[in-house]
RNA sequence: GCCGUUGUAGCUCAGUGGUAGAGCACUUCCUUGGUAAGGAAGAGGUCGUGAGUUCAAUUCUCAUCAACGGCUCCA
């Protein structure tokens, strides 16, 4: 017999050998239908794998995190199944869960897959889950798997079995098709119920370009027809945040042939949205002690030389203008300009910290597969900043620049973020990374400490930091689930003595500043697209391009709207109004669809009373209100950036 | 940059080897209407661009540009 503890607490005893299956049986026949793995001591097991000694048990059904990747990598084998038996001597790379789904990387040897395809294999899948095959587990030593593989030709699996070791190697078979995979996977393949292949993609082998070039297929798949529904009515939903619908809907930005690709044309509502944005900035650094400059978008080759981004990033720059043989470069970050304001007047420590600020102009040359709508584009405009201190003055400054970030974050009410702290990576000192190990530490811990006092969860990733420091960068998700950073925060401790910045110490001596790098509020580009997302096209009032529209009922009221247009424009509102020759039905469905937060109608009752009726974006018809108290309960709202 | 898909009116989308259609938007007229679409008429596209095949190409082929879904990259 073998004890088994349950999440409740709960200890029995069952038979040695007894699967996470047996006991899900014994305790009812519906959850053994349910049953897609278990959690075995903290790790998860097929479901069907005999338990030899006393252990914790969970069992992991679809409402498990586990449960699902489980299924989702079974489902993965499932549509091996399906593509070996259309394509015959496919080899097969990885095919692990993801976020929604599942893919299978794959070498069709020179053939190619088309739409078609997919949905041919949906239909061979389908066919194989209702046969509901067991997923089998085999344990096999390496030699015997090497074997298989060589047998078969399959270079990617060899090259798997490479790193693994005897006892450690399990092949899976359902129906006609076994993989070297460690599992664990769902009881049969008839718990595949709705699938769908949703795109074809080539992906590089482990992930370098230099590498051939796999197809990757991506999938979903659900244990009922329901799920897959809502999943899809999910889609549809995210599709109509996304920033590049909203964006053309509303009138924020457009991209055009001629201009080019990544570089966006910001239109008169988008660039209402600029301006307000840049207002909170320009006040809240104002506040912060911050002092405003502004740079040219060109400079010398020879700057960024100094700087050392060059000979990284020539590839992601525009190319250099030549002119009386001089190389000039359009300037892909302001640091290396602010540096010059810092070094253009000698300093003493009395001038730090000195902290500048810009929204400067920036081009990058992306890779023209990577530019994304409004997210990644190669003309952007940074909320940036650069911050030289005193190694003593250091924290302090990161701290506040950190509660600023909070601060934005609040009043967007942006709650979906995860800080990540980008470390470097010991190895690479000297090569990825500017070689001074104690800065490195020191500044990476006082990094660590200001995000643990304040509070916020933080993940760390080694080897992601900048060559000049380590960084925080925020990021969040798109409409569509792809990630991006918002915001970034960096140390930066090479640059300084690249550019020989130096300040008069206390002691008289020369004395490298630190330099803190800062874009709360990352591009307009990215943080309007984000916003877009975010308010799903609904701004706040402070940020909305139109803040009122005025709907007469008739054009005999037309006076009293002209009237009402001066009187809000007066209190600094954004107003307008409907003059068209539309009923009012037809005028309030178009203004709520152009998202105005605030409807004034305006008939008889409203001219008698001297008033206007009330209507909000979303929330219908509030009543009617005098002119003056309505203005001012807008106008705090505004504000107040509510 | 790489793999795949797409490209028809301002927008969303039909369609065809014989020089194109719908709805919304737009213009004009009628209507002056009280809280999510009043009615009528009209205008608008050399079917992304260039070349080839063909008697004939928006449709087939190739190239190119752009967008989209991924991969790689992201100071």
């Given at each position: ?23 899900a ?5 519906g959850l ?14 097929d ?26 990598h ?21 095919g ?11 070498d ?11 949905r ?29 593989f ?7 699996k ?7 070791n005897?006892g ?5 078979t359902?129906g ?7 599992g664990p996977?769902i009881?049969h393949?008839?718990?595949?119920k ?11 082998w ?8 796999l ?6 798949s ?15 939903e ?10 053309k ?17 910001w239109m ?19 506040d912060?002690g ?7 978008h060109?400079?010398k ?17 525009y ?22 304001i ?12 000195l ?8 081009y990058?040359y ?37 509660e600023?970030?909070?601060k934005?974050f ?7 973020y ?16 500017i070689n ?16 643990k ?15 000049y ?20 925060n960096q ?17 008289n001596?020369p004395?490298v ?9 990352g ?12 308010y ?6 402070w ?6 529209k ?21 209190a ?15 005028k ?8 105005v ?30 002119l003056?108290?309505i ?12």
């Amino acid at each position: 017999m073998v004890k088994i503890s349950f999440p409740d607490g709960a200890i029995r005893e069952y038979p040695d050998g007894s699967s996470a299956m047996d006991i899900a049986r014994s305790i009812s026949e519906g959850l053994a239908r349910k049953v897609l793995a278990a959690m075995v001591n903290g790790s998860v097991w097929d479901a069907s794998r005999p338990i030899h000694a006393d252990a914790s048990l969970r069992l992991l059904t679809w409402d498990h995190a586990e449960g699902r990747s489980t299924f989702w990598h079974s489902s993965a084998h499932l549509m091996a199944e399906a593509v070996e038996s259309l394509f015959p001597g496919v080899k097969f790379w990885v095919g692990p869960a993801v976020d929604k789904g599942f893919y299978y990387d794959m070498d069709l040897g020179g053939r190619s897959m088309t739409e078609e395809d997919l949905r041919k294999l949906e239909t061979k899948m389908n066919e194989l889950a209702k046969q509901g095959n067991a997923y089998v587990r085999r344990e096999i030593s390496k030699d015997d798997a090497v074997n298989y593989f060589s047998d078969k030709g399959d270079e990617y699996k060899l090259d798997l079995l490479q790193g693994l070791n005897d006892g450690e190697i399990t092949f899976y078979t359902q129906g006609a098709f076994t993989d070297l995979c460690k599992g664990p996977h769902i009881p049969h393949t008839g718990l595949i119920k709705a699938i769908k292949l949703t795109s074809l993609a080539g992906a590089y082998w482990k992930g370098d370009e230099r590498n051939k070039m796999l197809t990757r297929v991506y999938g979903v798949s659900f244990p009922n027809q329901k799920e897959m529904d809502e999943h899809l009515l999910m889609l549809e939903e995210a599709k109509k945040r996304d920033h590049r619908k909203l964006g053309k809907e509303l009138g924020i930005f457009t991209f055009d042939d001629d201009i080019g690709p990544g570089l966006p044309l910001w239109m008169p509502n988008g660039t209402i949205i600029i301006d307000e944005l840049e207002k909170l900035a320009r006040e809240t650094e104002e506040d912060a002690g911050y002092k405003r400059v502004v740079t040219p978008h060109i400079a010398k080759e020879n700057l960024y030389l100094t700087s050392g981004h060059l000979p990284y990033y020539a590839e992601s720059m525009y190319p250099p203008m030549e002119l009386e043989g001089v190389k000039y470069y359009l300037k892909a970050m302001n640091c290396p300009h602010h540096h010059k304001i810092f070094d253009a007047e000698p300093k003493s420590y009395k001038d730090l910290p000195l902290r500048l600020a810009e929204y400067g102009t920036c081009y990058r040359y992306e890779q023209s597969g990577e530019l994304f709508g409004l997210m990644r584009v190669r003309c952007l405009h940074m909320n940036d900043a650069h911050i030289y201190c005193s190694r003593e003055q250091f924290a302090q400054e990161f701290r506040a620049v950190n509660e600023m970030y909070l601060k934005y974050f609040k009043i967007f009410g942006i709650e979906k973020y995860v800080m990540r702290l980008s470390l470097h990576e010991p190895s690479k000192l000297g090569q990825k990374y500017i070689n001074e190990p104690e800065l490195w530490l020191e500044t990476e811990s006082m990094v660590r400490e200001v995000l643990k006092e304040s509070d916020i969860p933080f993940v760390e990733v080694p080897d992601e930091g900048a060559f000049y420091g380590p960084k925080i960068d925020v990021q969040i998700w798109s409409a569509i689930g792809r990630e991006f950073t918002l915001a970034t925060n960096q140390v930066d401790f090479a640059q300084g003595r690249r550019f020989k910045l130096s300040y008069t110490n206390r002691d008289n001596q020369p004395e490298v500043p630190l330099i803190i790098h800062r874009a709360p509020l990352g591009t307009h580009e990215r943080f309007i697209g984000f916003l877009l997302e975010h308010y799903a096209g609904k701004f706040p009032l402070w940020l909305s391009p139109v803040q009122v529209k005025i709907l007469p009922i008739s054009d005999r009221f037309m006076e009293h709207a002209q009237h009402t247009l001066a009187r809000l424009k007066k209190a600094g509102l954004r107003a307008e109004i409907d003059d068209r020759n539309e009923k009012i039905g037809k005028k309030i469905r178009d203004t709520e669809l152009m998202k105005v937060p605030y409807m004034f109608v305006i008939g008889e009752k409203e001219v008698e009373a001297d008033a206007v009726s009330v209507r909000k974006q979303g929330k219908g018809d509030a009543g009617m209100f005098p002119l003056s108290e309505i203005i001012l309960t807008l106008t705090s709202e505004k504000e107040n950036r509510q």
